[in-house]
Nanobody
Framework: VQLQASGGGLVQAGGSLRLSCTASESSDRFRDMGWYRQGPGAKRELVARISLAGNMNYADSVRGRFIISRDNAKSTVYLQMNSLKPEDTAVYHC???????????WGQGTLVTVSS
């Protein structure tokens, strides 16, 4: 399976971006889909995840600002990022976790840069 992410870019603080990640196979094969990020000099952080049933979890650092959604018909997971802060600057990677597996499949990263 391949995960193709897009939507990163440069935005000013307070702005918004939407990331998309499309899987090359049906997303009903994935129990979870979501996004990690890793900023400069920072540890990798799970930003948000969404189950096939639509249950969502967020990192405390983004809760209330970011919204994750999933369109299973399009095999795509989205991350709507609002009220962006410079500390949101990172490479964002989407991932998918198959049913019954413990190892995630990662897509290529997309860079988000938030200027102050």
């Amino acid at each position: 399976v391949q995960l193709q992410a897009s939507g990163g870019g440069l935005v000013q603080a307070g702005g918004s971006l939407r990331l998309s990640c499309t899987a090359s196979e049906s997303s009903d094969r994935f129990r979870d889909m979501g996004w990690y990020r890793q900023g400069p000099g920072a540890k990798r952080e799970l930003v948000a995840r969404i189950s096939l049933a639509g249950n969502m979890n967020y990192a405390d650092s983004v809760r209330g600002r970011f919204i994750i959604s999933r369109d299973n018909a399009k095999s795509t997971v989205y991350l709507q990022m609002n009220s962006l802060k410079p500390e949101d600057t990172a490479v964002y990677h989407c991932y998918a976790l198959r049913w019954g597996r413990s190892t995630e499949i990662w897509g290529q990263g997309t860079l988000v840069t938030v200027s102050s």
